[in-house]
T-cell receptor, first 113, second 114 residues
Framework: AQSVTQPDIHITVSEGASLELRCNYS??????LFWYVQSPGQGLQLLLK??????LVQGIKGFEAEFKRSQSSFNLRKPSVHWSDAAEYFC???????????FGAGTILRVKS | KAGVTQTPRYLIKTRGQQVTLSCSPI?????VSWYQQTPGQGLQFLFE???????NKGNFPGRFSGRQFSNSRSEMNVSTLELGDSALYLC?????????????FGDGTRLSIL
C-alpha cells in the first residue's frame, strides 16, 4: 500500500533563507506526487505535481520539487523564503486506487524575521 | 472560475446526532472526493463520487456516507455522531478523477461534537 513520510514535524527558517522540506513515499509503480500547502483555517492549495517526465518540477509561489526514484523522495525546495510562506505543507501520493490521495503527516513551517 | 465551495463552514453537534455537509465542485468537474483531517490521524480519504456513483471508499465505518447529484454537487452524511468525529472535513474536486488530474480543495467544514 502507498504511504508517505514527512520526517520533519516542524521547521523554522529565517526570512530570505533557503528551504527544503523532505518527503519519502512508498509505492511500487510510478507514483503521482503532489505538494499541498494549508494556511490556518483554510483548505489545501496545490503547489506542484509530478506525474512523469522531467524530474524537477516547478510550482507556484517560487517552489520547486525534485523526484528521485532511487531514493523514493520528492523534496520541496524554495531558494528564498518569505514570511507569508509560514503554513503547513503536505506531501501526497496517488495512483494506487484511482485518485485517492495518501498524505504525509505534514510539516509546519515557521519563518522568523 | 469559482473554486470548491463547502457549506457550512462550522457546525456544532452533540453525540448521537447526525449531520450533512455539502460540497459544490468547480464548474465542469465531475469527481468529488471527501477527506477527514484530525490532529491525531492527519488527512484520511473517505470516499470519491463520480457520475453519481461511489467509485472509491476509504476505511471508515458505515456511519459515514455520501451521495452525488446530477449537477456533481455532493453531500456527506455522518450518523450517530461520536466525539471522535470532530474534525475538518475537506472536499476536493477534479475533472474526472483520474490519478493525473490534480484535486482542488475547498476550505472545509469544521465539525465539533460536544
Amino acid at each position: 500500500a502507498q504511504s508517505v513520510t514527512q520526517p520533519d514535524i516542524h521547521i523554522t527558517v529565517s526570512e530570505g533563507a533557503s528551504l527544503e522540506l523532505r518527503c519519502n513515499y512508498s509505492y511500487g509503480a510510478t507514483p503521482y506526487l503532489f505538494w499541498y500547502v494549508q494556511s490556518p483555517g483554510q483548505g489545501l492549495q496545490l503547489l506542484l505535481k509530478y506525474f512523469s517526465g522531467d524530474t524537477l518540477v516547478q510550482g507556484i509561489k517560487g517552489f520547486e520539487a525534485e523526484f528521485k526514484r532511487s531514493q523514493s523522495s520528492f523534496n520541496l525546495r524554495k531558494p528564498s523564503v518569505h514570511w507569508s510562506d509560514a503554513a503547513e505543507y503536505f506531501c501526497a501520493v496517488g495512483g494506487e486506487y484511482g485518485n485517492k490521495l495518501v498524505f504525509g503527516a505534514g510539516t509546519i513551517l515557521r519563518v522568523k524575521s | 472560475k469559482a473554486g470548491v465551495t463547502q457549506t457550512p463552514r462550522y457546525l456544532i453537534k452533540t453525540r448521537g446526532q447526525q449531520v450533512t455537509l455539502s460540497c459544490s465542485p468547480i464548474s465542469g468537474h465531475r469527481s468529488v472526493s471527501w477527506y477527514q483531517q484530525t490532529p491525531g490521524q492527519g488527512l484520511q480519504f473517505l470516499f470519491e463520487y463520480f457520475s453519481e456513483t461511489q467509485r472509491n471508499k476509504g476505511n471508515f465505518p458505515g456511519r459515514f456516507s455520501g451521495r452525488q447529484f446530477s449537477n456533481s454537487r455532493s453531500e456527506m452524511n455522518v450518523s450517530t455522531l461520536e466525539l471522535g468525529d470532530s474534525a475538518l472535513y475537506l472536499c476536493a474536486s477534479s475533472l474526472e478523477g483520474a490519478p493525473n488530474q490534480p484535486q482542488h480543495f475547498g476550505d472545509g467544514t469544521r465539525l465539533s461534537i460536544l
